[in-house]
């Protein structure tokens, strides 16, 4: 072992305050907690805490289309989130908040989202899945810290898709749809299998038809729409939750299914998640083509390799009609079908990501794809179709 | 109905919501379709010389696994695929359920 000389000590101590030592990692400062005052909302009053740690700070741009790199980043810390136990007491419940018997709770760690400026759809059904999951296996989710200062959008947004009715916070409306300007957004519905399609279907239909009575929703896209959306269903039944599979962290069985109408743009958006096994796990298939074209791809980039580096390759690979992971010839046309809807309705696109695959099919179009390195905690389906106007069908 | 066809109205007999392959996927799925009412109306059928008339109207989703393993399954559990042809007519009056016509009668020749 090399002598620590005071040369070598002081050299060591000025590197560990820059925060780097050459690529190796020397912890000889304590992470610096800052102590701070926030604002819990719990549904019917807001009260103080003291936050013990600096929030994690999600990116301004949430988005899942434009800024997808940070936002999975994001979600993926988010994912691995849970309550912790304060005093180390036998038998002491794992809890969010550390009450004491004098002075203020201690909240351990948050999420700021009042740095999010835009928050997607898909982004949010992730975030609110996410904290159904956990109020599911915590009996409470994650606090509301400081809601005065989030941004309009992003309140409205998650407000729109019932994610504070998740939460516990609000009371359950009978009411399935909010508006917010030229948008029409459905509450999230969830369930473990095609049994929700009914329901989910009627909302979809009620949705589009009430909002946009100048858009044709025709019987063939309501057809195609509903059989995609049940077949997403049955493959979360079938495949996402596997006992086959070992999960990083627990799981709640579940999909989330959300939807909006843009008068503006006559467009109707369709997202379904799951937190299942993911494609690129339970078809891990990838033929000859594609191994020599994700080699060149890499190689020409010049792109380091990373964990889930042939994911799009395996999404892909799913979206080819027969293609199965039970090698059964009859099977492997559900995908497929979802693909299936965007030709049917003439315009649009359909986005599948899997844990860290991306595939986006545009009407008409070749399927683009791309591997992230970090996952998206599941299975995301987005269809985006658009619906033509009334007076222009038939000419 | 005539005296030569009996008729499975698949909307009103079992569901307008069919989805999944097995109970594994839901309530309404292809295999207890098939099992409970498809099967033994067929055979049914078969026996008297009728034709078995499935009528698609009304049905709101047609994903391709309820689809397969109702009408492609049939001949997996062993009804001949020339029965299946002969006995069994799926009709739709909309054009918007002809494709999955197609895709039954592909289900059943691929099977």
Same mark, same amino acid.
């Given at each position: 072992?090399?002598?620590?000389?005071?040369?070598? +000590?002081?050299?060591?101590?000025?590197?560990?305050?820059?925060?780097? %030592?050459?690529?190796?990692?020397?912890?000889?400062?304590?992470?610096? +907690?800052?102590? *701070?005052? /926030?604002?819990?909302?719990?549904?019917?009053?807001?009260?103080?805490?003291?936050?013990?740690?600096?929030?994690?700070?999600?990116?301004?741009?949430?988005?899942?289309?434009?800024?997808?790199?940070?936002?999975?980043?994001?979600?993926?810390?988010?994912?691995?989130?849970?309550?912790?136990?304060?005093?180390? +007491?036998?038998?002491?419940?794992?809890?969010?908040?550390?009450?004491?018997?004098?002075?203020?709770?201690?909240?351990?760690?948050?999420?700021?989202?009042?740095?999010?400026? *835009?928050?997607?759809?898909?982004? !949010?059904? /992730?975030?609110?899945?996410?904290?159904?999951?956990?109020?599911?296996?915590?009996?409470?989710?994650?606090?509301?810290?400081?809601? *005065?200062?989030?941004?309009?959008?992003?309140?409205?947004?998650?407000?729109?898709?019932?994610?504070?009715?998740?939460? #516990?916070?609000?009371?359950?409306?009978?009411?399935?749809?909010?508006?917010?300007?030229?948008?029409?957004?459905? +509450?999230?519905?969830?369930?473990?299998?095609?049994?929700?399609?009914?329901?989910?279907?009627?909302?979809?239909?009620? %949705?589009?038809?009430?909002?946009?009575?100048?858009?044709?929703?025709?019987?063939?896209?309501?057809?195609?729409?509903?059989? !995609?959306?049940?077949?997403?269903?049955?493959? =979360?039944?079938?495949? !996402?939750?596997?006992?086959?599979? /070992?999960?990083?962290?627990?799981?709640?069985?579940?999909?989330?299914?959300?939807?909006?109408?843009?008068?503006?743009?006559?467009?109707?958006?369709?997202?379904?998640?799951?937190?299942?096994?993911?494609?690129? =796990?339970?078809?891990?298939?990838?033929?000859?083509?594609?191994?020599?074209?994700?080699?060149?791809?890499?190689?020409?980039?010049?792109?380091?390799?990373?964990?889930?580096?042939?994911?799009?390759?395996? /999404?892909?690979?799913?979206?080819?009609?027969?293609?199965?992971?039970?090698?059964?010839?009859?099977?492997?046309?559900?995908?497929?079908?979802?693909?299936?809807?965007?030709?049917?309705?003439?315009?649009?696109?359909?986005?599948?990501?899997?844990?860290?695959?991306?595939?986006?099919?545009?009407? #008409?179009?070749?399927?683009?794809?791309?591997?992230? !390195?970090?996952?998206?905690?599941?299975?995301?389906?987005?269809?985006?179709?658009?619906?033509?106007?009334?007076?222009?069908?038939? *000419? | 109905?005539?005296?030569?066809?009996?008729?499975?109205?698949?909307?009103?007999?079992?569901?307008?919501?069919?989805? &999944?392959?097995?109970?594994?996927? &839901?309530?309404?799925? &292809?295999?207890?379709?098939?099992?409970?009412?498809?099967?033994?109306?067929?055979?049914?059928?078969?026996?008297? &010389?009728?034709?078995?008339?499935?009528?698609?109207?009304?049905?709101?989703?047609?994903?391709?696994?309820?689809?397969?393993?109702?009408?492609?399954?049939?001949?997996?559990?062993?009804?001949?695929?020339?029965?299946?042809?002969?006995?069994?007519?799926?009709?739709?009056?909309?054009?918007?359920?002809?494709?999955?016509?197609?895709?039954?009668?592909?289900?059943?020749?691929?099977?």
């Amino acid at each position: 072992m090399r002598k620590l000389s005071k040369k070598l +000590r002081n050299w060591l101590i000025k590197k560990a305050r820059a925060g780097s %030592l050459g690529g190796r990692s020397l912890h000889l400062r304590r992470r610096r +907690r800052v102590k *701070h005052l /926030v604002q819990l909302w719990t549904g019917t009053q807001v009260r103080e805490a003291v936050a013990r740690n600096d929030p994690v700070i999600p990116p301004a741009n949430l988005c899942l289309e434009s800024n997808a790199e940070e936002t999975l980043r994001f979600l993926n810390g988010a994912r691995y989130r849970k309550p912790g136990q304060f005093t180390g +007491r036998p038998g002491e419940k794992m809890s969010w908040l550390h009450e004491r018997q004098r002075g203020l709770p201690i909240l351990w760690s948050y999420s700021d989202y009042s740095k999010i400026e *835009h928050l997607s759809t898909s982004a !949010a059904v /992730v975030l609110t899945a996410e904290y159904d999951r956990l109020r599911h296996l915590y009996d409470a989710s994650p606090p509301t810290v400081n809601l *005065h200062q989030w941004s309009d959008a992003v309140f409205s947004k998650l407000y729109e898709i019932g994610f504070f009715e998740i939460l #516990g916070l609000t009371s359950r409306v009978a009411d399935m749809y909010r508006d917010s300007g030229n948008v029409r957004v459905m +509450r999230i519905m969830s369930g473990t299998n095609t049994e929700g399609l009914e329901s989910a279907a009627r909302n979809l239909l009620g %949705l589009a038809s009430h909002y946009m009575a100048d858009r044709l929703i025709s019987e063939e896209v309501i057809l195609a729409l509903n059989s !995609a959306l049940s077949e997403a269903m049955a493959n =979360v039944a079938r495949h !996402a939750y596997s006992d086959d599979h /070992v999960f990083p962290y627990k799981h709640i069985g579940k999909w989330w299914v959300t939807a909006e109408v843009d008068r503006l743009k006559g467009t109707l958006t369709v997202v379904i998640y799951d937190q299942g096994a993911t494609i690129p =796990v339970t078809f891990p298939k990838r033929s000859l083509s594609d191994r020599v074209q994700d080699y060149l791809s890499r190689t020409l980039s010049g792109q380091k390799r990373f964990e889930f580096e042939n994911d799009a390759t395996y /999404v892909a690979g799913a979206m080819i009609p027969g293609n199965t992971q039970t090698g059964l010839k009859y099977r492997g046309y559900g995908i497929p079908q979802m693909k299936e809807l965007i030709d049917i309705c003439g315009s649009g696109k359909l986005t599948i990501f899997s844990r860290g695959g991306r595939c986006q099919y545009e009407c #008409g179009g070749e399927v683009e794809r791309r591997s992230y !390195a970090k996952s998206i905690g599941g299975t995301l389906i987005e269809w985006v179709v658009q619906l033509p106007e009334r007076e222009h069908v038939g *000419h | 109905m005539s005296a030569t066809e009996q008729v499975i109205n698949l909307a009103e007999d079992f569901s307008p919501y069919p989805a &999944g392959r097995d109970h594994a996927d &839901g309530p309404f799925n &292809g295999a207890r379709f098939r099992d409970e009412i498809l099967r033994p109306r067929l055979a049914d059928a078969i026996a008297r &010389g009728q034709t078995l008339v499935v009528s698609l109207d009304g049905v709101k989703s047609f994903g391709s696994s309820f689809l397969e393993e109702a009408f492609g399954g049939l001949v997996r559990i062993g009804v001949s695929k020339k029965d299946v042809i002969r006995y069994l007519h799926v009709r739709a009056t909309g054009d918007s359920s002809q494709r999955y016509l197609d895709a039954i009668k592909r289900y059943v020749s691929q099977a």
